[in-house]
């Protein structure tokens, strides 16, 4: 067996007049993340490992944000999906994924499990294997004055 170690990052702008997308479910907040797409920061962290461990690029290359193309405005699960198709493609499939999401508000930690459920099912991994992690920045820096949300991502991959 081959197995393999990615790492992601991502971070969207906090602004009025979008929903707020983390981890596949929609938070009540009174802010949304601006990006191309959904603007998923954790969900976006997590293609990155995933591909940065097959050594098949990052999620802009597979994904461009060209504004009218397939991507714009799509759900960032789909994104996941199709992330772990293109792995497969090498003959990958995902072991596990540990992620870190800073934001000051609004708090991740109720919503955690939701997450871990709903990204799994993207993955095709049990929720066990998702490992989601939050914290603020203690008022320091972009998520401290809470102008955006960021997130780490690392991906175990492995082929038979």
């Given amino acids: 067996m081959k197995i393999r170690v ?35 920061v954790l969900i976006h962290a997590i ?51 540990d992620a870190t999401i800073c934001a000051e508000r609004p708090k991740m930690n109720p919503h955690i499990p939701e997450m871990q459920k709903v990204l799994a099912e993207c993955m095709n991994i049990d929720p066990d294997d998702v490992s989601i992690k939050a914290t603020t920045t203690e008022k320091l820096g972009f998520t401290g004055r809470e102008e955006g949300i960021s997130a780490y991502a690392v991906a175990l991959i492995q082929k038979d």
């Fill in 6 to 40: 990615g790492m992601g990052y991502d971070v969207h702008q906090l602004v009025e007049g979008r929903d707020l997308w983390i981890g596949g479910i929609k938070l009540e907040h009174t802010m949304g993340l601006l990006g191309h797409s959904d603007a998923d």
């Fill in 47 to 97: 293609c990155d490992a995933i591909l940065g461990a097959a050594n098949m690029r990052d999620i802009g290359y597979h994904f461009p944000p060209k504004k009218g193309n397939e991507f714009e405005n799509i759900d960032s699960k789909i994104l996941l999906h199709r992330t772990v198709e293109i792995i497969a493609q090498k003959g990958y499939t995902v072991s596990n994924i």
